[in-house]
Nanobody
Framework: QVQLVESGGGLVQAGGSLRLSCAAS????????MGWYRQAPGKQREFLAT???????NYADSVKGRFTISRDNAWNTVYLQMNSLAPEDTGVYYC??????????????WGQGTQVTVSS
């Protein structure tokens, strides 16, 4: 049974920084891409960033230059460093991982989400 657990959300002032973490646990063969998404009130879930197992990154234009995604393959953990936060960044942040299980079948897994609130 595979699970993703996010941590690091909270309340921060505009212009501040926050670091999110997401750890995968369970019996896992390997992890392909990992990423971060968010859902603001009244909006659809949107893509923020992904990172491959080899460290290649891709960012949405809205966060490029402000957010940095990284991962620690030894601990099956993905991070999102968020700088220069603005109220528009408020929302529920979700981590995602494409995981190959021990039966060699691939599935996308999602964390429960962590709330990020940026005050003005």
């Amino acid at each position: 049974q595979v699970q993703l657990v996010e941590s690091g959300g909270g309340l921060v002032q505009a212009g501040g920084s926050l670091r999110l973490s997401c750890a995968a646990s369970g019996i896992i063969f390997s992890i392909n891409d990992m990423g971060w998404y968010r859902q603001a009130p009244g909006k659809q879930r949107e893509f923020l960033a992904t990172i491959t197992s080899g460290g290649r990154t891709n960012y949405a234009d809205s966060v490029k230059g402000r957010f940095t995604i990284s991962r620690d393959n030894a601990w099956n953990t993905v991070y999102l460093q968020m700088n220069s936060l603005a109220p528009e960044d408020t929302g529920v942040y979700y981590c995602n991982a494409n995981i190959v299980r021990v039966d060699l079948r691939e599935f996308d897994y999602w964390g429960q989400g962590t709330q990020v609130t940026v005050s003005s």
